[in-house]
């Protein structure tokens, strides 16, 4: 066997090894395999402490960071007022990040976490990524993705969609901002 067959051999069983291991995995609540991993709820606090940079700043207070082999690559939090730009949400910043991070213009195996459900235009912006998952806490009702989509599916068909995780704290700091901006 030459150095390349032995090579390709390894890799695929590398492959399968993997996927039975994540097929196995005992519930979807892990972010990435691997040992010592980290689950949601530790990724959403670092969301969280994003939201609250966003909030001592003055800007609406969401934060996000995405995750790439049980990671940050990247974090972001709301920059609207800062950037003198409506379009400057987290998600946004913390995708572009994570492109500038891991030099590719996809990420198909990153996770996304977001404090509030994502407006249209990021789940946009999170289509055009390839995003693997996507995590948020606080329901939008106002400004959220479903608000518009309804039922229907805005993300890239393969992603996955998990809500709800710290949803109180994420949603606490919201109404804080609001009451205290009155
Ligand atoms: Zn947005």
Same mark, same amino acid.
């Given at each position: ?6 090579? $390709? ?24 395999? /691997? ?5 949601? $709820?530790?990724?959403? &606090? ?19 960071? !995405? ?12 920059? !609207? ?5 409506? +379009? ?7 995708? +572009?990040?994570?492109?500038? $991070? ?21 789940? /946009?912006?999170?289509?055009?990524? &390839? ?9 939008? !009702? ?5 608000? $518009? +989509? ?11 969609? +998990?809500? /709800? ?18």
């Amino acid at each position: 066997m030459s150095f390349f067959e032995v090579f $390709t051999e390894y890799a695929d069983l590398y492959s399968k090894a993997k996927y039975l291991y994540l097929k196995a995995l005992p519930f979807r609540g892990w972010s990435v395999i /691997g040992p010592g991993f980290m689950d949601d $709820t530790h990724f959403m &606090k670092e969301a969280l402490k994003q939201a609250r940079e966003a909030y001592d700043a003055g800007e609406v207070p969401v934060g996000a960071v !995405v995750v790439w082999d049980n990671k940050i690559i990247a974090r972001g939090h709301n920059q !609207v007022e800062r950037l003198n730009d409506s +379009t400057a949400h987290a998600e946004m910043i913390a995708l +572009t990040s994570a492109f500038n $991070t891991l030099g590719s213009k996809y990420l198909p195996e990153a996770v996304l976490y977001v404090t509030v459900e994502p407006c249209l235009m990021c789940c /946009g912006a999170m289509y055009w990524s &390839k995003i693997k998952r996507i995590v948020y806490g606080a329901e939008d !009702v106002k400004n959220g993705y479903r608000k $518009t +989509t309804g039922e229907n599916f805005p993300f890239h068909p393969k992603a996955e969609v +998990t809500k /709800g995780i710290l949803a109180d704290e994420c949603a606490q700091l919201m109404k804080d901002f609001f009451i205290a901006r009155r």
